[in-house]
């Protein structure tokens, strides 16, 4: 388990949760809804850990949607800070990029 995926879940059932610009843009290009990204988080599956990421620890979950489709979510936490959570991006993973549950690249 990631050390930062478990502070995540924490701010976001504080409700301490902010959505970047882009995420907000990938969300609507994508028809991903800010209620199931917050409502998918703790059935999260953890696909990457970017812990020495310069803008502070991040982390690529997979999770669903109302509908069980899948989406991606950038999850992080801004460097210097211990709250809120932010959506850095999310988006519906290609399936010609990803392995069939979706978490690990094709190569």
Not at 56 to 63: H, N
């Amino acid at each position: 388990m990631s050390k930062t995926f478990e502070r995540i879940k924490e701010l976001v059932s504080k409700n301490e949760i902010k959505i970047s610009a882009h995420g907000y843009d990938e969300m609507a290009e994508d028809d991903i809804f800010v209620k199931d990204i917050i409502a998918g988080v703790d059935k999260g599956i953890i696909v990457e850990n970017y812990h020495e990421y310069p803008k502070g620890p991040c982390v690529l979950v997979l999770e669903k949607d109302r509908d069980a489709r899948p989406i991606h979510v950038v999850w992080g936490i801004s460097k210097g800070t211990s709250s809120p959570a932010v959506v850095i991006t999310a988006y519906r993973p290609d399936t010609n990029m990803w392995t069939d549950n979706f978490t690990r690249r094709r190569i």
